[in-house]
C-alpha cells in the first residue's frame, strides 16, 4: 500500500511523533501571573483528543516584563511548573510530545489582547503595563512607548532567563524547548536591522545581529538534557525593506544547527505592524517555501506553518520534503480532530486508530466511517 507521508513518524532527539501534525503555539492571553489554569487545560485537551503528533504551548514569558500581555503564561519561577506538568499529563497519556515556545517580548510587550486592540497598555488611560526592552530605544510604532535599550548585563540576564525557563520546562516533564525567535520579539528585533541600530558587538554586522540569538540557544542547548530537542521558531523574512532576509535566515539556521538546535519552524514578519497580527499577505501555504530552502540549503528540519488547512496540502508538504513537521494554528481551533479528518481522506487504513482507544472504539464499528470497509458487525448489531 501507499505509505501515507503525513502519518509516518518523525523524531527529534528523544522525542517521537506519531504523525507529522503539531499544534502551533497559540496565545491564550487567560493566565493570571504566567500560571497555567483550566482554560489552558481545557483549550489543550481539545488537541491531546484529537490524535495530533505534537504540540507546542503558547509563547511563554522567560521573565515577567518579557509577557507579551498580561495574560501570557511564564516560565519565570518554580510555582508554575506545576500547572505545565498538568499540561504534560495531558498529552502524555496520549503519547504525545508536548513542547513550550519561550520568549521575551522585548518592545512589544505590555500591550492589550487581540480583542482589546493589542495597543500599548501605557496608551490606556489611566496608563497601564510596565516598561519594555530592546536591543535600541526605538518604539515598536509610531506613538508606542520607546524601550530601553538593553546592556551587556541585562542580555546576560535574559540569556540566563532563558536558560533558566527551559530548566523548568524540563522539570515540568516537557519534551522539547521551542525557543520564540519570530515575530517582532526580542530575538527578532535583535536580528532585524529594522529594530537593532546597536554600534557594540549585538548591533551592526549579521554576525552580530545573529549573536543574541546564538547565545540563548546555546544557554538553553546546555541547560537542557541531550535528549531534549531545542527548536527555533525564525521570522524568515521581514515584511519591509532593509530587514531580515532569506539569505540570512539559512545562515542562521545552519548556525543554529552547529549549535545543537534541532529544528526551524518557518514563519515570518511581526517586526512591524500590529502586535497580534502578520501584515504580510497570507495565501495557502505561503511560508511554505521558507521552510524548503533552509531544510534543503542548512540541513536541519523544519516545521512549516501559515494556511495550511487541508489533508492533500498536508501530505503534499511533507512528501515533497519541504519540511518535516506541519504545524497548524487556527484549522485546528476550527477543527481540533483535524488529523482523523486528514487520515480518513487520504485513505489511512485504519483512520480511527489515530484518536485514543476510547474514541476510536467505537466510530471503527460505525458503519459509515470507512465506507470502503467492510463492517466488523454483523447487519443490524446497532439496534440490539
Ligand atoms: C490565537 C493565536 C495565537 C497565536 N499565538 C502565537 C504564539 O504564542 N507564538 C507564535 O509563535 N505564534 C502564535 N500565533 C501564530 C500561529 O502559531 C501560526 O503561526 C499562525 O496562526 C499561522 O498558522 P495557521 O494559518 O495554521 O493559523 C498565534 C496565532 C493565533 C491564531
Redesign the pocket.
Known amino acids: 500500500m501507499r505509505e501515507i507521508s503525513l502519518f509516518t513518524p518523525f523524531s527529534s532527539r528523544g522525542a517521537t511523533f506519531a504523525n507529522r501534525i503539531v499544534v ?4 491564550q492571553y487567560r493566565a493570571l501571573d504566567g500560571h497555567v489554569n483550566a482554560w489552558h487545560l481545557a483549550h489543550h485537551a481539545r488537541f491531546a483528543l484529537g490524535g495530533v503528533g505534537g504540540a507546542v504551548i ?2 511563554t514569558a522567560v521573565e515577567r516584563d518579557g509577557r507579551i500581555s498580561e495574560g501570557c503564561l511564564g516560565l519565570w519561577n518554580d510555582a508554575q511548573i506545576g500547572g505545565f506538568r498538568q499540561l504534560a499529563d495531558l498529552y502524555h497519556e496520549h503519547a504525545i510530545p508536548l513542547g513550550v ?1 519561550i520568549g521575551h517580548a522585548g518592545r512589544k510587550a505590555s500591550s492589550a489582547s487581540p480583542w482589546d486592540g493589542a495597543g500599548a497598555l501605557a496608551n490606556e488611560t489611566p496608563p497601564r503595563g510596565w516598561p519594555t526592552l530592546a536591543p535600541s530605544a526605538l518604539a515598536h510604532a509610531e506613538g508606542w512607548p520607546i524601550p530601553a535599550a538593553l546592556d551587556a548585563a541585562g542580555i546576560a540576564r535574559i540569556v540566563a532567563s532563558f536558560a533558566a525557563a527551559a530548566r523548568r520546562a524540563v522539570e515540568a516533564g516537557l519534551d522539547f524547548i521551542e525557543l ?1 525567535g ?2 517582532g520579539y526580542l530575538l527578532h528585533e535583535f536580528l532585524s536591522p529594522l529594530a537593532n541600530r546597536r554600534t557594540d558587538h549585538y548591533g551592526g554586522s549579521f554576525d552580530n545581529r545573529a549573536r543574541f540569538a546564538l547565545e540563548a540557544a546555546q544557554a538553553i542547548r546546555a541547560a537542557v538534557p541531550d535528549t531534549v530537542p531545542v527548536w527555533y ?1 525564525a521570522s524568515c523574512v521581514d515584511e519591509s525593506a532593509g530587514g531580515v532576509t532569506l539569505d540570512e535566515t539559512v545562515e542562521l539556521a545552519g548556525r543554529l544547527k552547529a549549535v545543537g538546535i534541532d529544528l526551524v519552524d518557518c ?1 515570518s514578519g511581526g517586526i512591524r505592524g500590529p502586535v497580534a497580527r502578520s501584515t504580510r499577505a497570507e495565501t495557502p501555504g505561503h511560508q511554505v517555501p521558507f521552510a524548503g530552502r533552509i531544510r534543503r540549503e542548512s540541513g536541519i528540519a523544519t516545521m512549516a ?4 488547512t487541508g489533508a492533500a496540502q498536508a501530505e503534499r508538504i511533507i512528501g515533497e520534503g519541504s519540511a518535516d513537521l506541519i ?5 485546528l ?1 476550527a477543527d481540533p480532530n483535524f488529523v482523523y479528518r486528514a487520515a480518513r481522506e487520504l485513505g489511512h487504513p485504519a483512520a480511527h486508530e489515530v484518536l485514543p482507544r476510547n474514541i476510536a472504539f467505537f466510530l471503527a464499528r460505525r458503519n459509515i466511517e470507512t465506507p470502503m470497509q467492510t463492517p466488523t458487525h454483523p447487519a443490524g448489531a446497532a439496534a440490539k
Open positions: 502551533s503555539p497559540m496565545c503558547e509563547a515556545q520564540h519570530a515575530h521558531r514563519s506553518v501559515g494556511l495550511i504545524a497548524m494554528g487556527r484549522e481551533l
